[in-house]
């Protein structure tokens, strides 16, 4: 099986400007969870979505959304980036529902926002 | 608050030796703790899962253990190995929420 797609790797912008992330889960897998990873804060989790629905969201701010399609792909949006916004963003893979589900991350998009 | 503490911050240690890391949370009520390794420029890698009624789960030479009276874990290396280095991630995800909590890491070297 095809592991988790996320794409672009990398990516630069500006402040101000918006961004959209997207991620391939595994063929099969109908949970995606976004995480943001900065060298000051370390992991922090964005949002989960299952079946097109989102599940569970972290503490961020609005500027930061995300969708599910039916094919479980998923996009996650950054407006009016600001500096801080700088990190990997990591896509993570569930096979179902289940609150102890293994999860199977991706490479991740590495944003730079000057 | 939900805190995720783990230590030590950073590991040397000699190829063939074990390793213990350490993991205190305060996260409540509790769902399940999960350790991975994290090699640098990739995504985390799932080591183990564990729920309040199991104290131990093995996956290779790792083994975690969880003291849920405690609201301790660890994670033993055994026979560590090159490339064992990596950072190694402890998260707690509440059982009200499920929103995980993340440690910052234990940054483990392994030198020949």
């Known amino acids: 099986k095809a592991g988790v797609t996320q794409t672009p790797r990398y990516l630069i912008k500006t402040r101000g400007q918006q961004v959209t992330l997207s991620c391939s889960p595994i063929s099969g897998h109908r949970s995606v969870s976004w995480y943001q990873q900065t060298p000051g804060q370390g992991l922090q989790f964005l949002f989960e979505?299952?079946?097109?629905?989102?599940?569970n969201k972290g503490n961020f701010p609005g500027r930061f959304s995300g969708r599910q399609f039916s094919n479980s792909r998923s996009e996650m949006n950054v407006s009016t980036l600001e500096l801080g916004d700088s990190a990997l963003y990591l896509c993570a893979s569930i096979p179902g529902q289940g609150r102890t589900d293994t999860q199977y991350f991706g490479p991740g998009t590495r944003l730079t926002v000057l | 608050k939900n805190q995720v503490e783990q230590s030590p911050q950073s590991l040397i240690i000699l190829e063939g030796k074990n390793c213990t890391l350490q993991?205190?949370?305060?996260?409540?009520?509790?769902?399940?703790l999960r350790w991975y390794k994290q090699d640098t420029g990739r995504g985390p890698v799932s080591l183990t899962i564990?729920?309040?009624?199991?104290n131990t789960k093995s996956n290779g030479r790792y083994t975690a253990t969880l003291d849920a009276d405690t609201k301790q874990s660890s994670l033993h290396i055994t026979a560590s190995q090159l490339s064992d280095s990596a950072s190694y991630i402890c998260?707690?995800?509440?059982?009200?929420?499920?929103?995980?909590?993340f440690g910052r890491g234990t940054s483990l070297i392994v030198h020949p």
């Open positions: 998260v707690v995800t509440s059982g009200g929420s499920y929103i995980p909590t």
């Open positions: 993991c205190n949370y305060t996260v409540s009520p509790f769902s399940n």
């Open positions: 979505y299952f079946s097109e629905t989102q599940r």
């Open positions: 564990m729920t309040f009624s199991e």
